[in-house]
Nanobody, 125 residues
């Protein structure tokens, strides 16, 4: 089993930055891929970014490319999401998620059996 705990959310003005962290415990952290998802009120939960076990391969949704960076530190059992140039439309609950294995074949929610509780990010205009 994997337990995931997010932190770092909050309120920020448009154009600002936040860094989310997700601490993992349980299964060997370096054995599975990780992802960040977000869900705005009334909308579906969508993938924001994903990273393979080593950090050597990453994926970003088009809406965040060039602004967000996903990274991981396997020695610290932690994955990060650095969010720059934030926009009001980035407002959502952000969730980190653990994958089934070291690589991801696609980025749907069904590829991630492990989920954190979520952290709120609010971007004011």
């Amino acid at each position: 089993q994997v337990q995931l705990v997010e932190s770092g959310g909050g309120l920020v003005q448009a154009g600002g930055s936040l860094r989310l962290s997700c601490a993992a415990s349980g299964r060997t952290f370096g054995s599975y891929a990780m992802g960040w998802f977000r869900q705005a009120p009334g909308k579906e939960r969508d993938v924001v970014a994903a990273i393979n076990w080593s950090g050597g391969s990453t994926y970003y949704a088009d809406s965040v490319k060039g602004r967000f960076t996903i990274s991981r530190d396997n020695a610290k059992n932690t994955v990060y999401l650095q969010m720059n140039s934030l926009k009001p439309e980035d407002t959502a609950v952000y969730y980190c998620a653990g994958g089934r294995g070291p690589f991801l074949s696609d980025y749907g929610m069904d590829q991630f059996p492990y989920w954190g509780q979520g952290t709120q990010v609010t971007v004011s205009s």
